[in-house]
Structures are given as C-alpha cells and as structure tokens.
Nanobody
Framework: QVHVVESGGESVQAGGSLRLYCVASGFSSSDYSMGWFRQLPGKEREGGASIYMAGTSVTYYGSFVKGRFTISHDAAKHTADLEMNRLKTEASAMYYC????????????????????WGQGTEVTVSS
C-alpha cells in the first residue's frame, strides 16, 4: 500500500524561503513520480511541480511557480522536496504531495485528478 507524507509547512514572511518535504512508501520500484500541488479554499488543486523518480530526473513546473520554486528528489530515500524562494503572500495555501505509478502525460500537465496517492497536506502561510 502506498503512503505519501508531507511536512515543512509553516508561517513565513514575504520574501522569505521555505522547504517542503515529502516521503513516499509502498512503491515497488523507482518507476513512479511525485508532485507538489497547492489548494486554496474553495478552489481546485493546482499543480506546482512534478518529478519522475527513476533515471534522469524529468521535472515540470506549473505556472504559479514562476521560477521561484525548485523540486528535487532522492530516489534512494523516496523523497521529493520543494524549495520555495522569494515567497509572496499569494503563495499561502495548503500544499499537497502526490504520488503516481510510472510516467505519463499527466506529469507535465500537472492535472491533480490524474494522481492516485495523496498526503494529508501541509499549510503554508506567507505574511506581509
């Protein structure tokens, strides 16, 4: 059974940095992908960044990231972290880590409905 657990969310000041952590368990090999999504109250889950865990690290970024976030992974530790820099108040949201077997067009499209496994979320609050 696959489990995804994220952590690292906290309150920070605008302009600051934050690192979110995600660890997956239960995948039988490194042939899977992980991604970071955000969700605002009453809104759909929006893709931020994704990465394929095997081989060369194929990565994709969503539009709201705008070059300020970086996803990285450690395949041996089954982790995918999100480094968030130059944070703005509009980055405040619940952030979810997702896991999905293999690799597919959904990795680049970052459409949340295509992902099978989710963590409980970690909250990020950016204050001015």
């Amino acid at each position: 059974q696959v489990h995804v657990v994220e952590s690292g969310g906290e309150s920070v000041q605008a302009g600051g940095s934050l690192r979110l952590y995600c660890v997956a368990s239960g995948f039988s090999s490194s042939d899977y992908s992980m991604g970071w999504f955000r969700q605002l109250p009453g809104k759909e889950r929006e893709g931020g960044a994704s990465i394929y865990m095997a081989g060369t690290s194929v990565t994709y970024y969503g539009s709201f990231v705008k070059g300020r976030f970086t996803i990285s992974h450690d395949a041996a530790k089954h982790t995918a972290d999100l480094e968030m820099n130059r944070l703005k108040t509009e980055a405040s949201a619940m952030y979810y880590c997702g896991g999905n077997p293999g690799i597919g067009v959904w990795l680049g499209r970052l459409n949340a409905d295509a992902w099978h496994y989710w963590g409980q979320g970690t909250e990020v609050t950016v204050s001015s």
